[in-house]
Nanobody, 125 residues
Framework: QVTLVESGGATVQAGGSLRLSCLVS????????VGWFRQAPGKEREFVAA????????GVADSVTGRFSVGRDDSENLVYLQMTSLKPEDTAVYYC??????????????????WGQGTQVTVSS
């Protein structure tokens, strides 16, 4: 079994920054993909960014390119989402997700099997 726990969500003013963390427990290989998604009220869950637990190529949605990035902590099974220049439209619940399969990361919700409980990010104008 795999468990994901997100943390770091908060309320910030527009233009501010936040770092979200995703800590995984369970058997995870560096080759497995890990993605960040978000869901705003009344909207579908959408792709934000992704990489692999072991690092490598990073994918970022067009809506956050140049503002968000993904990194990993070498000391533990943790991937983070660094968010800068936050906008009110970034307000959402942010989720991390993974699958137990060596594969390139994907941008679709159905491509991930395990999900965290989410962490709320609110950006005030």
């Amino acid at each position: 079994q795999v468990t994901l726990v997100e943390s770091g969500g908060a309320t910030v003013q527009a233009g501010g920054s936040l770092r979200l963390s995703c800590l995984v427990s369970g058997r995870i290989l560096n080759s497995y993909p890990v993605g960040w998604f978000r869901q705003a009220p009344g909207k579908e869950r959408e792709f934000v960014a992704a990489t692999r637990w072991g690092g490598g190529r990073i994918g970022v949605a067009d809506s956050v390119t140049g503002r968000f990035s993904v990194g990993r902590d070498d000391s533990e099974n943790l991937v983070y989402l660094q968010m800068t220049s936050l906008k009110p439209e970034d307000t959402a619940v942010y989720y991390c997700a993974t699958r137990r399969e060596t594969a390139d990361w994907g941008v679709e919700v159905w491509q991930y099997t395990y999900w965290g409980q989410g962490t709320q990010v609110t950006v005030s104008s």
